[in-house]
């Protein structure tokens, strides 16, 4: 089976990785020739959206997924016609956009917060007149990891919030007064039949994931479960999707989703009897799905903008380390290390081991 991967950061490397036992090989789109996944596979490199490349990779692929969403819906409509591209064009198309993304939500039962869409200044202060403050103004497009996205706190601010996401088409958010933040992991395959991972419980700083925790049992499951139920069957979901969540007094509010492998579900690699990326192949090549119990309670914390000494890591016990191969930046996420509660290990001590080194936490 060759599978095709537009994108090849860290998630299209973590899925090689996974599928290579199976007997898979990988064929990537990137535009950059030093993309990360390219040691795992071969790698075409030109613009995701290049009609040509995109035609040789569905001649080239017997199934096409993706590692990143911001490819046009239309682009991958069209491939549809020539080989399987999974997840569908559809569920691509509406997680890029979180005017349609949360409208979807609403019409199918799953609570977000109260927006508006935003168009124009006009439109900014007719919604905050309703919405109230503070509130988030997100561009409807294009926004990851906290960007695209500013706080407003007062009446004052409008005009400078406004200029902040350069007048693109935006929605306006109220501020949820969320306890935690979780998100479920979902699988399902082509047969529809849909697996879920226990809950991650995730910390952020900076609008940058730094930590998810598996939590089996946890309370919020069921719910959790029930929401991207919905999500799946409405979008006829093929593949592993994340369903991010704010976890408040009055249940749970959904954020967003991504329709791939998702960054607070690394941890299933080491904690899981079968891991998101492992699954995510499984069920868009029409293989039967794997056990998605944990195994261990695992902690994992991202590596963000600074990767420190390897040996440092290391030294921690129970620490899995996955360097992603990519140039440090500010900002940038790197890598990520795994530590498991087996072998007499102490979470807690392990997870503040880590927590010194820079670039963790
Ligand atoms: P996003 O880009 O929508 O995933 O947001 C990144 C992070 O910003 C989230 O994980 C939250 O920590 C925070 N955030 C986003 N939207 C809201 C909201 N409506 N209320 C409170 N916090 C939010």
């Known amino acids: 089976m060759i599978v095709g991967v537009i994108g090849a950061g860290q998630l299209a490397k973590m899925m090689a990785l996974a599928g290579l036992p199976l007997g898979m090989t990988f064929v990537f789109l990137d535009p950059a ?206 593949g592993v999707l994340a369903l991010e969540l704010f976890d408040t007094e009055s249940g749970l509010v959904a954020n967003e989703f991504a329709p791939r492998v998702h960054n607070s579900g690394h941890w299933t690699i080491e904690g899981a009897q079968t891991s998101q990326f492992e699954n995510h192949l499984r069920a868009v090549c029409g293989l039967p799905l794997g056990d998605t119990s944990a195994v261990w309670d695992v902690v994992m914390l991202n590596i963000v903008g600074e990767v420190p000494e390897t040996a440092a890591m290391l030294s921690v016990p129970g620490a899995h380390l996955h360097l992603y191969g990519k140039e440090a930046r500010p900002s940038r996420k790197v890598g990520h290390v795994t530590v498991r509660s087996v072998d007499g290990v102490e979470l807690d001590t392990a997870v503040r081991g880590l927590l010194a080194l820079p670039g963790l936490g």
């Not at 509406?94 to 917060?113: C, H, M, W, Y």
């Not at 960007?147 to 407003?152: D, I």
């Not at 007048?167 to 998100?183: C, N």
């Open 33 to 238: 020739s030093n993309a990360c996944a390219g040691v795992a596979g071969e790698l075409i490199t030109g613009a995701y959206d290049d009609p040509a490349l995109l035609r040789e990779l569905a001649v080239r692929a017997d199934v096409i997924t993706f590692d990143f969403e911001n490819v046009p819906e239309d682009s991958i409509s069209a491939l549809s016609d020539r080989v399987a591209c999974l997840p569908s064009a559809r569920a691509l198309g509406v997680s890029q956009d979180r005017l349609r993304e949360k409208t979807l939500f609403n019409e199918i039962g799953i609570p977000t917060a109260k927006f508006a869409p935003i168009d124009s200044l006009a439109d900014l202060e007719s919604a905050v007149a309703v919405i109230g403050l503070p509130a988030i103004l997100k561009t409807r497009r294009l926004g990851y990891d906290g960007k695209g996205q500013v706080m407003l706190l007062c009446e004052e601010g409008l005009a400078a919030g406004w200029e902040a996401v350069s007048g693109a088409p935006s929605i306006l958010e109220a501020v949820v007064p969320f306890r935690r933040e979780l998100s479920v992991i979902a699988v399902r395959g082509r047969d529809g039949e849909t697996r879920f991972y226990p809950l991650s419980e995730n910390t952020h700083r900076d609008g940058i994931l730094r930590i998810a925790a598996s939590r089996p049992g946890d309370q919020a499951t069921d719910e959790a479960r029930e929401l991207v139920s919905r999500l799946l069957d409405e979008l006829d979901y093929v």
